[in-house]
């Protein structure tokens, strides 16, 4: 039977199953358990780690985090996963590392905790909707935000209520401004983070021709969920270190 770590330094929160996988195989992380739900723990270096997955939105990571909190005594949180670009130029696999992450729904502000050598630019936007419209997205980019969201916000929230320090690492997927990615596309998910076959194939059947952007698309997923677990161990192993 799983021991539920009870204590840890450094807890890792993804919103989907393909953001903590690159973490747990880096890491070697076994499998346990937190509040009741699935997770996995082990160490890095000296510390004590544990990483598990809220599901999508901010609902889900708002009690995710509340459950970790609950169960365990963790001395840091870091965010770690995917998030999506305004505007075409940024490379896929981009790690971001954000100023200011803002609830689009709230306007509430939060400030990460310095983390590694990285310098915070931006801000982050966290909204449960699919952002998508011009000139919204023309409207964000005006006010110096750099890339979208859905559970960051939340995260932090619980955190900073709790007086726990939390940092973000997240990589760019997809442009928000390019298409790829509409209403149809997005619940080709669950919303625990893991894929709806009966969605995607009635996508298929209705798009044949999408097979290769679809697959590009998941490619890039990919490779930014490597890069944003990459820099979030990188951080930790370094910056933890003169804490």
């Known amino acids: 039977m799983d021991t539920q770590p009870v204590a840890t330094d450094l807890a890792f929160i993804?919103?989907?199953?393909?953001?903590?996988r690159p973490i747990v195989r880096k890491?070697?992380?076994?499998?346990?358990?937190?509040?009741?739900?699935?997770?996995?723990?082990?160490?890095?270096?000296?510390?004590?780690?544990?990483?598990l997955v809220t599901g999508m939105g901010t609902e889900l990571a708002r009690a995710g985090t509340e459950r970790l909190l609950e169960n365990t005594s963790v001395k840091r949180v870091v965010v770690v996963g995917i998030t999506g670009a305004l505007e075409d130029l940024t490379p896929i696999g981009t790690v971001v590392l954000p100023e200011v992450v803002v609830n689009g729904a709230t306007g509430g502000e939060y400030r990460p905790s310095p983390l590694g050598s990285?310098?915070?630019a931006g801000t982050m936007w966290t909204s449960d909707d699919l952002i998508t419209d011009p000139a919204t997205l023309a409207d964000l980019r005006a006010r110096g935000v750099i890339s979208l969201d859905m559970?960051?916000?939340a995260v932090a929230?619980?955190?900073?209520?709790?007086?726990?320090?939390?940092?973000?690492?997240?990589?760019?997927?997809?442009?928000?401004?390019d298409g790829t990615v509409n209403d149809e596309v997005f619940h080709?998910?669950?919303?625990?983070?893991?894929?709806?076959?009966?969605a995607i194939r009635r996508y298929f059947l209705k798009h044949p021709g999408s097979i290769p952007r679809m697959a590009k698309m998941a490619r890039g997923a990919r490779r930014a969920a490597e890069a944003a677990a990459d820099a979030?161990?990188?951080?930790?192993?370094?910056?933890?270190?003169?804490?």
Do not use: Y
């Open 232 to 243: 979030a161990i990188r951080a930790c192993s370094t910056g933890l270190a003169v804490e």
């Open 188 to 198: 080709l998910s669950n919303q625990d983070g893991s894929p709806n076959p009966a």
């Open 14 to 20: 993804c919103a989907m199953p393909m953001e903590v």
């Open 118 to 120: 990285g310098a915070p």
């Open 27 to 51: 890491l070697s992380l076994a499998k346990t358990s937190v509040g009741g739900r699935p997770a996995h723990a082990g160490v890095l270096g000296d510390r004590h780690v544990v990483a």
């Open 157 to 177: 929230a619980v955190c900073e209520q709790r007086s726990v320090p939390w940092s973000v690492f997240r990589a760019i997927s997809d442009r928000a401004t």
């Open 151 to 153: 559970e960051t916000a």
